[in-house]
């Protein structure tokens, strides 16, 4: 059970990885304004999921400066190893529990920590 929701935490790490790339690129190379769209691929724990959603370049970074809040898509979310804290029409933000396993291991593995 705690193998299963390291591994769940250890997925969602790897896209947010790919999103800050995909987000150092739209906002440092194409010079994407903040309340532009970008679309990033979707942080659930399916390692197997490789959809996209769309979000704003701002929404993005006030998402990210948290980083126990996840973006997946509507259907996505984990109610077992995290809480939706925000819905709109093209994604869901997820909460990691501090206190759990993948809490930890998202706090640890903050891309926005140094
Ligand atoms: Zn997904």
Not at 45 to 59: K, N
Not at 61 to 88: C, K, N, W, Y
């Amino acid at each position: 059970m705690e193998e299963r929701k390291r591994r769940i935490a250890l997925n969602e790490m790897v896209f947010r990885e790919v999103n800050e790339q995909i987000e150092g690129l739209t906002s440092g190379v194409l010079q994407v304004g903040d309340d532009e769209t970008m679309s990033i691929v979707c942080e659930c724990g399916e390692i197997t999921c490789a959809e996209r959603l769309t979000t704003t370049v701002s929404d993005y970074e006030s998402i990210r400066s948290d980083a126990l809040l996840f973006f997946v898509l509507p259907g996505h979310e984990l109610p077992d190893v995290e809480d939706v804290v925000e819905q709109t029409d093209a994604y869901l933000v997820v909460r990691k529990r501090p206190e759990a396993i993948g809490g930890k291991i998202a706090v640890e593995h903050d891309p926005r920590s140094n």
